[in-house]
């Protein structure tokens, strides 16, 4: 493993080994002092440019997902549930504190006023009278990181829509992907299943804002718009173009009724311009 991979698995293990009541001064705050390089590595890779997204290698793409890991730990202290099999409520943060570690490595918060399932992850939803309304915003449950123009982690929202735009029991309760870890929901990423080694050698999922146009999973192998027909490989769920959209760029359903385990959104990547 990678020494840098090594240090953000170090810091989760860290995390879920810790049982004090205050986890920013007693953990992250020394783990910050003791990896400063982390801040000059994620400020370098936010400066490249590319065209439209830059190029990274896989090795980065593992380093983030170490950090994702990390992050996704920190979240579950603002969610509520079992869904990841434990009663644990996660490290003891506050919102405040959670800010301050992401500033420290570079991440910015992203305050969108509009409901995006680009920036937003949702969490909770309130239906309309309206069955046609539109999703709006409530509030956020915790917020979006940005690096650069990439994503880093999405805001977690409560929504308030018409039925005919989302389905309560769906958007609340579908699976999520690209997901380690959530309390609320259940949740699959491409390292369910893997040994304690080989799991962190998988790749952070990259989103891209450039300008006036959203690139949601620009590594993915399958452009959604890209063919009349898809090529849909023996095995694959059994998914319409408008569901896999749906799928990817909310990383769950909102709508769709199918089934919604064990699917495989991994290798499809959209541009859509706004």
């Known amino acids: 493993m990678h020494i840098a991979q090594a240090c953000y698995r170090g ?33 370098a890779l936010a400066s490249r440019r590319g065209a439209p997204v ?5 090795e980065d793409l593992w380093r983030l997902y170490a950090l994702d890991r990390v992050n996704q730990i920190l979240l579950l202290r603002f969610q509520r549930g079992e869904a990841d099999g434990s009663g644990w409520p996660g490290p003891p943060i506050t919102q405040e504190e959670y800010v301050a570690f992401a500033g420290a490595l570079g991440l910015s918060v992203a305050r969108e ?17 309206d ?3 539109p999703v709006s915003l409530l509030g956020p449950l915790w917020p979006c990181l940005t690096l650069g123009d990439m994503l880093f982690s999405r805001a977690g929202v409560r929504v308030r829509g018409g039925v005919e735009i989302l389905r309560k029991d769906v958007a609340e309760s579908s699976t999520l992907y690209w997901a380690y870890r959530r309390k609320n929901r259940p949740h699959q ?5 893997w040994g304690s080694n080989s799991q962190w050698r998988t790749a952070f999922r990259r989103d891209y804002r450039v300008g006036h146009a959203f690139h949601y999973n620009v590594d993915g192998r399958r452009d959604l718009l890209g063919a009349p ?3 849909i490989e023996d095995g694959e ?3 319409t173009r408008e569901e896999r ?8 359903f909102v709508s769709t009724t199918k089934p919604h385990h064990d699917l495989w959104p991994y290798d499809d990547r959209i541009r859509i311009d706004t």
């Not at 049982?19 to 002092?33: E, F, I, K, T």
């Not at 830059?54 to 896989?58: I, L």
């Not at 006023?113 to 009278?129: A, C």
């Not at 959209?245 to 769950?252: A, D, M």
């Open 54 to 58: 830059p190029a990274v290698e896989v």
């Open 237 to 239: 769920d059994d998914l």
């Open 131 to 133: 069955p046609w309304q």
């Open 245 to 252: 959209i749906e799928l990817l760029t909310h990383r769950c």
């Open 113 to 129: 006023p509009s409901f995006s399932p680009f920036h937003h992850e949702i969490v909770e939803v309130e239906l309309d009278d």
């Open 11 to 43: 810091l989760h293990d860290a995390l879920l080994a810790y049982d004090g009541g205050s986890v920013y001064p007693d953990v992250l705050a020394p783990w910050l002092a003791a990896n400063a390089g982390e801040r000059r590595w994620l400020c």
């Open 229 to 231: 027909e898809l090529p």
């Open 189 to 193: 990423d491409l390292s369910h299943g």
